[in-house]
């Protein structure tokens, strides 16, 4: 897949669209997609600044490098990107040139002064330029530059030449209003004169530095100028049914004075964001970038589903399910192994835990719900979070099961819950058939030999396996050799109808009663349920080889 390049431009400086663009680099690079950063401000650079930290080496070469390269005749030999180390994906920095220290090297202005643009595009440097392009499409998902302000040559390359889309930065007040729609247009013009086929601009407003906490009602009048202002840079991408007014407050950065010192990257810090928090602005933005600017009704709808979606999009799951129960559920653990030996990543959830609240994001593809007992309010809040972040355009892709123990009643669930398709099960039975049933709905494909005889067979298998070694009372012994024989009669006669119903006669059974101890399981009882399972194994591995 192609990747896309997107122009971070502000006709001012000091709006913070260089802060803005490393934020949400760093963003859609722990959310799994492939970005470049592109310094192409090449009188008042700073993009290294913000990713000092995280730059396992200084670069060598930038921008200023290509275009003497150029000057020369020469081919760039290798990447002039350097990695930067953020957990995540893969996140790289095209530096304006070479730095020593965390500042540009000596030679660096007068190389930059030295470059004649006008001159490089009449000898050829579009062509040089589209070929950089093309290498930074194929390698990477997204190829964010941040331009020079105001109106120049540098700026034209970055705002005609390069793009698919636009995203303005601006603040609120009159300078940067004045031509915050114009830039676009002009930007338009431009490319009608470039021999390179490119659409009509998409140009994604940013309203910056909003200070709405002191303020509220100047920021409200402003809030609703700038709204007007920028209408029309919406026209081409945003939902009819979706209010401009609107959108721009989801793409409103507000003013925090915390982040206002040095060049900092708090998508870092603030790894779960308030609604009142700058990452949560930055994460909405980066959202709409990873969403190629589609599905907003979904974010006027629900904004923590559409960033969910965006982040889930390129996300590897760690698990396939997470069993939510109440504390030291049986049948939540029991229900766990068995999932696991179908093949699925299964873990228990961290329900009970105050601590699981702060996590970014459920670790698993799927939520199950096991209710066997009232439902905890940890369990509630854990399934409206998934609730939450699984709508929109991958939810389909991400399932909420509810398990319900026979006798529970449904209409104590909450509402979100008892919409839900539920599945019976019997808190008595190992959840062999459960599992089955909810491993093909996760796969989309029915587990191997997942037809009645093969899960007659598992049952079996189960409650063999699960006997105790010892019971309280003899005679629950005798019970269970009596039924253990009716298996293998049953297995013999090929009756596996039958061998299911003694297979849950024997996992209840199996069940320990008193405090476990005393009466030792008798030897022949031993080798017969051995030699039972045997056979059962061997018919189970004849279904799945």
Known sequence: MTGTVITFYSYKGGVGRSF????????????GYRVLTV????????????FAEALPEEPERGVVDLAHNFIAGEEPAGSYAVPVDVAGGRLDLLAAGRVEGRKLDASYSRRMQALNWEDLYERGFAGFLEQRRAEWTDDYDFVLIDSRTGV?????????HLPDRLVVVFTANDQNLHDVVDVARRADRARDRLPYDRPRHSVLPVLSRLDNRVEYERAE???????????????NWLVKTVPPDLMLRHLTVPYVSYWSFGEQLPVLDEAVPKADQISFALETVAAVIAQGFDRTDLLADNRDA?????????????LDVLVSSARDSRVAKELIEELRRLGLRADPSLSGDPDFLAEAAVPAKHLCVVVDRPLSRWQTTEAESFVRHTLGPDGKDRQLFCLLARGTDRQELPAFLRRLQYFKFDPRVRPVRLARQLHDLITARPSVGSGPDQQALEAAASALRELPVAVAYAARFALIQDTVRGMATALDDGDLETLLDRSTDLALLGKSHGNGAGITAPDDLTA?????????DRRINAFTG
């Not at 120049?152 to 005609?160: F, K, L, N, W």
């Open 528 to 536: 017969e349920v051995a030699v039972l399972l045997s056979r059962i």
């Open 221 to 235: 009048q402003w809030q609703s100028r700038c709204a007007e202002v920028v209408a029309p840079l919406f026209r």
């Open 39 to 50: 310094d192409w401000d090449l009188e008042a650079p700073g993009l290294h600044h913000y």
């Open 20 to 31: 803005t663009l490393a934020n949400v680099a760093v963003l859609l690079a722990r959310w």
């Open 152 to 160: 120049s040559d540098i700026a034209g390359i970055c705002t005609a």
């Open 306 to 318: 559409y960033v969910a979606a965006a982040r889930d999009r390129q996300r590897d799951f760690d």
